[in-house]
């Protein structure tokens, strides 16, 4: 399994950012974003099922978006309206239909004027 993530970088508060995944080499069950700020231990972001159901965090609900094109096996996270709180490195991470994890690279959000 190998995967691709791409689009971190600096914003201002209130600014957008769309975060990339691209994955091959399996099947997927389950496609998902999670975080991890200074200090603190890595939390779920948002992920997207392979049925299209998405989960999200109760601090990006409203805010963040995942989606997903399949003839691309790319998985996306919009991020509008950030906030200095979102810093952090944002991983990309899949599950296959065997219940296996794989992360992938780091990118780094951070939100600041």
């Known amino acids: 399994v190998q995967l691709q993530a791409s689009g971190g970088g600096l914003v201002q508060p209130g600014g957008s950012l769309r975060l990339s995944c691209a994955a091959s080499g399996a099947i997927f069950s389950k496609r998902g974003w999670y975080r991890q700020a200074p200090g603190k231990q890595r939390e779920l972001v948002a992920d997207?099922?392979?049925?299209?159901?998405?989960n999200y965090a109760d601090s990006v609900k409203g805010r963040f978006t995942i989606s997903r094109d399949s003839a691309k096996s790319t998985v996306y996270l919009q991020m509008n309206s950030l906030k200095p709180e979102d810093t952090a490195v944002y991983y990309c991470?899949?599950?296959?239909?065997?219940?296996?994890?794989?992360w992938g690279q780091g990118t780094q959000v951070t939100v600041s004027s």
């Open positions: 991470n899949v599950v296959t239909l065997v219940g296996n994890f794989y």
């Open positions: 997207i099922t392979s049925g299209g159901s998405t």
